[in-house]
C-alpha cells in the first residue's frame, strides 16, 4: 500500500546515506592529518574515533537486519519462506504473460489467489498447506514476481488480467480471494465484467482492502490526502525515473533492516520473523518503478459504485487493527454489497491473512465449503457432471 511504500523509499535511501557516512569516516580515518612536532618532524595522526564510527555504520548498513528483526517480531513456530513449486507462463492481458501455479485435487473446488501490492504469489504459502482440500490458482500481479507486464498499469489492467486467469480454470465456477490490491482487483471485476459473477465466479472473500483511493480509507486520512500532491505522487515518480538508484536503496534498506521497520507497520501483535523477512524480501526484489506505478494508479481508482454488482455471496474480513485499510472500509463493504457479511479478526493489521493465517485460513474454508455444499452441481468438474 502507498504509504509504507513510502516510507519504504525514503529510509533506503536514508540507508544509503548511512553507508556514505561509514565510506566518509573510513577514509578520513585512513588519510588521517599530518602534522609537524617540535623538531619539524612530519607525522600522520588517524583518530581511532573515525574508525570505530565508519566500521559501526558499515556493520549496520549489511548486518543491521539480523539485529532490528528479533525486535520487531516474535519467534517463529511456522514459518513462511518465498518458496515455489513448478509453476507456467500463462497469456495475460494485451501481451502480459502471467506465472501461474496449480496445487490441491484437480476435481475439487477452485479458489484463485490474488496477493497485495508489493508481493507475489509465495506469500500464499499457508493459504496452499491450510486450504490443501481445494484446487488452487495463485498468480503474479504482472509487474511483480515471475509475471511480465505489457502495457500501462492500472486497476483495469490487473482485473482483465484476473479474467485470464480465471478462464484458466475452464467451465468450472470459482472463489476468488484477493488482498489488498488483489480486493480491489476482484471488485474493478465485478465493475467491469459484472456478467461473470454468478456464471465463471461462485463467490468472493476479501481480506484487508477497501473500495476507493487507500489514502482515503487509512489512517491519518486528511493528512495523507493534503499531502498527495505535494509530497507522495513527486516521490512516487522520481522512483519511477530513477528506478537503478531507488532499487540500490531498497536492497541497502533490506540489509540495514529499515525496510522491515517500514514493513512492521502493516502488522499487529502476532508477527513472527519469517513472516516480517518474508514480506520485507518481497518488497525489496520488486522493481521500485513498478512498484510506483501501481501506487499511483491506487490514487485515481474507485469502485464503490461496483459494489451492488457483487450478489454472489462475498466474506470479507477485516481487521481490528488495521491501519492501511482500516475496518470501516471493509464495514462500508459488507453493507454495501448485497451478498456480503463482515467477519472482524481482532489484534491483527493489514497483513493479517499471515500473522492469524489460522483464523483466515479457516474461515475461507468454511466459505468455501459452504458454497459447495449448497450447490454441489455447480462445482463438479464438467466431465464428472456430464457422466452423472
Do not use: C
Not at 208 to 230: F, G, Q, V
Not at 304 to 325: H, R, S
Request: net charge neutral; glycine share 10%; charged share 20%.
Amino acid at each position: 500500500m502507498p504509504i509504507i511504500s513510502l516510507i519504504r523509499l525514503l529510509l533506503g535511501l536514508l540507508s544509503l546515506a548511512i553507508l556514505g557516512a561509514a565510506g566518509y569516516f573510513l577514509f578520513t580515518w585512513w588519510q588521517g592529518e599530518f602534522v609537524a612536532d617540535a623538531d619539524a618532524v612530519t607525522r600522520r595522526i588517524r583518530e581511532d574515533w573515525r574508525l570505530w564510527t565508519g566500521l559501526g555504520l558499515l556493520a549496520w548498513s549489511f548486518l543491521g537486519r539480523w539485529i532490528v528483526t528479533p525486535l520487531l517480531a516474535r519467534r517463529d513456530t511456522d514459518r513462511t519462506r518465498p518458496e515455489r513449486s513448478n509453476g507456467q507462463i500463462a497469456a495475460g492481458h494485451a501481451g502480459s504473460r502471467l506465472y501461474v501455479e496449480r496445487h490441491g485435487p484437480a476435481n475439487a473446488p477452485v479458489i484463485v489467489l490474488t496477493h497485495g501490492w508489493g508481493l507475489d504469489s509465495t506469500i500464499w504459502s499457508y493459504a496452499r498447506r491450510d486450504l490443501s482440500q481445494f484446487r488452487l490458482l495463485s498468480w503474479d500481479l504482472p509487474g511483480l514476481g515471475r509475471s511480465e507486464l505489457q502495457g500501462e498499469l492500472s486497476l483495469e489492467t490487473l482485473a482483465a488480467n484476473l479474467k485470464a486467469v480465471v478462464a484458466l480454470a475452464g467451465e468450472r465456477p470459482v472463489v476468488l480471494v484477493g488482498h489488498s490490491i488483489g480486493g480491489m482487483t476482484i471488485q474493478t471485476l465485478a465493475r467491469d465484467h459484472p456478467e461473470l459473477f454468478g456464471r465463471e465466479i461462485r463467490g468472493v472473500v476479501l481480506l484487508n482492502t477497501t473500495y476507493t483511493n487507500p489514502l482515503r480509507t487509512m489512517i491519518l486520512s486528511p493528512l495523507m490526502l493534503a499531502l498527495r500532491k505535494p509530497l507522495i505522487e513527486p516521490v512516487l515518480t522520481l522512483a519511477r525515473w530513477l528506478q537503478p538508484l531507488a532499487w540500490v536503496g531498497a536492497w541497502q534498506g533490506y540489509l540495514s533492516g529499515s525496510a522491515h521497520v517500514a514493513n512492521r507497520i502493516g502488522f499487529g501483535r502476532f508477527v513472527t520473523h519469517s513472516q516480517l523477512e518474508h514480506t520485507t524480501l518481497l518488497a525489496t526484489r520488486n522493481p521500485p518503478g513498478v512498484l510506483a506505478r501501481g501506487n499511483l494508479a491506487m490514487f485515481r481508482w474507485d469502485a464503490e459504485a461496483a459494489l451492488p454488482a457483487l450478489t454472489v455471496p462475498t466474506l470479507v474480513l477485516g481487521g481490528d487493527m488495521d491501519i492501511v485499510t482500516k475496518l470501516e472500509a471493509s464495514r462500508h463493504i459488507a453493507g454495501a454489497a448485497p451478498g456480503a457479511r463482515l467477519e472482524t479478526i481482532e489484534g491483527v493489521n493489514h497483513m493479517g491473512f499471515l500473522e492469524r493465517a489460522d483464523v483466515y485460513n479457516a474461515a475461507i474454508a468454511e466459505f468455501v465449503e459452504g458454497l459447495a455444499r449448497a450447490d454441489t452441481a455447480t462445482f463438479m468438474p464438467m466431465a464428472a457432471t456430464s457422466a452423472a
